[in-house]
């Protein structure tokens, strides 16, 4: 209890300080072991989470395909899973195009954005594979036709909706790379849209894993990819996740340090009573320098 009234202290300064003027900061997704739906998609930082919908167009006009997230980390700007815009970025705009709904939540959002400008990682593009890093080269990003982040909102009480990383609206959030060594075994959090879920918003908390490669406990190389099981109570069901943000909360800063890639089944065996258990393992991109670096020449060369 004690742990409680020092963390809703720490929230209560945050939202005094807080320049837009409505509470911005929430405890109750960041302590709960396991994922549900979003309350209000319009708080920090689900407002720049992103519903996609990718579709192509047939005799009959537009229709959906696979369901996909984004998070907005630029004015224009959706990074996302690569596999979702394969094999769209190879192929002439129109025959299919990309819709955008930041902070959906099912019935609501702040805009429909409409896109035909994409762009996949080089290492996606050249198809290159690195045993055992699952998700590694898998993202890209949705350029939307103008800025979204700087007209204010009436859903957001005459507020910016901003972006993830903003240096004046992104509410203490952080697009940069951190040191593989540091994010091993860290919980993290990841938010989307599962299948299955009546299209609102869900969030997960659990651990990463697998972002160092060890023999003999010392470290031979740092991996473009990384796993982790935020999203193990979804199922197959957590498909629909791909694209969306993977990040680690430090104090009272949350930092992006992934974009969900995929997510497979994994079967574990308990020795003593020999039972079966399968468990849904997630995958995802790695917020590396190399990314980092890949991302912000994109966003440079169409800011």
């Not at 705009?93 to 805009?111: E, N, T």
């Amino acid at each position: 209890m004690r742990e409680r009234f020092a963390i809703e202290r720490e929230l209560d300064r945050l939202n005094r300080i807080n320049p837009s003027g409505s509470q911005q900061y929430s405890w109750e997704w960041e302590f709960k072991p396991s994922g549900q739906t979003v309350e209000n998609s319009f708080d920090v930082p689900y407002r720049w989470v992103c519903r996609l919908k990718v579709q192509e167009k047939g005799a009959s006009g537009w229709r959906d395909k696979e369901p996909a997230t984004g998070v907005l980390i630029g004015p224009r700007h959706v990074l996302t899973a690569a596999h979702l815009l394969d094999p769209y970025y190879k192929q002439r705009a129109g025959q299919w195009r990309v819709l955008v709904y930041p902070g959906f939540d099912g019935s609501r959002h702040l805009g429909e954005e409409i896109s035909t400008n994409i762009k996949v990682g080089r290492g996606w593009e050249a198809g290159t594979k690195e045993a055992g890093d699952l998700g590694a080269y898998d993202f890209g990003m949705v350029f939307l036709p103008g800025d979204i982040s700087t007209r204010k909102r009436k859903e957001l009480g005459g507020k910016p909706l901003g972006y993830w990383g903003n240096p004046t609206s992104g509410h203490k959030t952080v697009f940069a790379p951190l040191d593989a060594v540091s994010l091993e075994s860290k919980t993290v959090y990841s938010a989307g849209y599962p299948r299955g879920q009546k299209k609102i918003l869900w969030v997960g908390t659990g651990a990463l894993s697998n972002v160092l490669i060890r023999i003999k406990d010392k470290i031979e190389r740092y991996k473009r990819g990384m796993d982790h099981n935020a999203m193990e109570s979804l199922g197959e069901e957590a498909r629909g996740m791909s694209g969306g943000p993977v990040w680690l909360k430090r104090r009272s800063t949350r930092y992006l340090v992934g974009i969900n890639a995929s997510i497979t089944p994994v079967e574990h065996i308990d020795e003593k009573s020999r039972t079966r258990r399968k468990f849904w393992r997630g995958h995802a991109a790695r917020v590396t320098l190399e990314l980092f670096e890949e991302v912000i020449d994109w966003m440079h060369a169409e800011p």
